[in-house]
C-alpha cells in the first residue's frame, strides 16, 4: 500500500493566488513526521516545512502552511501569494521510526506552474 | 556550511557496464541516505546508513547495487551490471538527529545515470 498519495499529477495557478496540495499518508505509528520539499528544474530538493504528528498547530513557514487533519490522515500545503519561481515539483514525505531510526517516504509528487 | 555533494553530475553509460557515484554528507550528520529517482516519479529509497551501518537496504537490487559507507562519512553506490532501466537520478541525503530536532533531509544536486 502507498505510504504517502498525492493525487494532483499537475496544478496551475495565477501569479499572487493560494494554491493547495493535497497529501494523504497511511502509517499505523503514533509518532511520526510529515514533510513538504519543493524540486525545481535544476533537479535539487529543497526542505519547505515539518509537521510532527504530535505538533497540535499547523505548521507555518512564510508563505507555506501546512493543512494537518490527523484523524483525515492528510497534510495538505497551503502556499500563499504564489509567485513565478514557486514553478517546481513538490513531494510530500513521511518520516516514521523503526529500530531507533527514521525511515523517510516520499510521495509521486505535484507538478505545480504559476502563471502571470 | 557546505552541502551533500555528490559526483559525477552526469554519467552515460552502455547496459551491462558498471558504473559508481560517490557522496559527501554534510559533516556530522550520521545518517545517510541513497535515492532513485525515476523521470516523473518520487524518490525511492534505495538504502539508509547509520554511521556506518545500514538501517534499511530492502529496496536495494542486490544483484546489480551495492553501497558502502566506509569510516561513517563518505558513502560510494555502485551498478553492476547497469540495465536500461537504472537511468535515473540518483540522490544522495543526509541528515542528523537529536532531540527536538525535525530530521529533514539534506539532499545533493544528484548524479543523471543514462543507459544506453
Known amino acids: 500500500a502507498q505510504k504517502i498519495t498525492q493525487t494532483q499529477p499537475g496544478m496551475f495557478v495565477q501569479e499572487k493566488e493560494a494554491v493547495t496540495l493535497d497529501c494523504t499518508y497511511d502509517?499505523?505509528?503514533?509518532?511520526?513526521?510529515l514533510f513538504w520539499y519543493k524540486q525545481p528544474s535544476s533537479g535539487e530538493m529543497i526542505f519547505l516545512i515539518y509537521?510532527?504528528?504530535?505538533?497540535?498547530q499547523n505548521a507555518t513557514e512564510g508563505r507555506y502552511s501546512l493543512n494537518f487533519q490527523k484523524a483525515r490522515k492528510s497534510a495538505n500545503l497551503v502556499i500563499s501569494a504564489s509567485q513565478l519561481g514557486d514553478s517546481a515539483m513538490y513531494f510530500c514525505?513521511?518520516?516514521?521510526?523503526?529500530?531507533?531510526?527514521?525511515?523517510?517516504?516520499f510521495g509521486r509528487g505535484t507538478s505545480l506552474i504559476v502563471h502571470p | 556550511e557546505a552541502g551533500v555533494a555528490q559526483s559525477p553530475r552526469y554519467k552515460i553509460i552502455e547496459k551491462r557496464q558498471s558504473v559508481a557515484f560517490w557522496c559527501n554528507p554534510i559533516?556530522?550528520?550520521?545518517?545517510l541516505y541513497w535515492y532513485q529517482q525515476i523521470l516523473g516519479q518520487g524518490p525511492k529509497l534505495l538504502i539508509q546508513?547509520?554511521?556506518?551501518?545500514?538501517?534499511?537496504d530492502s529496496q536495494l537490487p542486490k544483484d546489480r547495487f551495492s553501497a558502502e559507507r566506509l569510516k561513517g562519512v563518505d558513502s560510494t553506490l555502485k551498478i553492476q551490471p547497469a540495465k536500461l532501466e537504472d537511468s535515473a537520478v540518483y540522490l544522495c541525503?543526509?541528515?542528523?538527529?537529536?532531540?527536538?530536532?525535525?530530521?529533514?533531509?539534506?539532499f545533493g544536486e544528484g548524479s543523471r545515470l543514462t543507459v544506453l
Open positions: 541525503a543526509s541528515s542528523i538527529r537529536r532531540t527536538r530536532n525535525t530530521g529533514e533531509l539534506f
Open positions: 502509517t499505523s505509528d503514533q509518532s511520526y513526521g
Open positions: 509537521q510532527g504528528s504530535y505538533d497540535e
Open positions: 514525505a513521511m518520516r516514521e521510526e523503526a529500530g531507533g531510526s527514521y525511515i523517510p517516504t
Open positions: 559533516s556530522g550528520h550520521a545518517t
Open positions: 546508513f547509520q554511521n556506518n551501518g545500514v538501517v534499511d
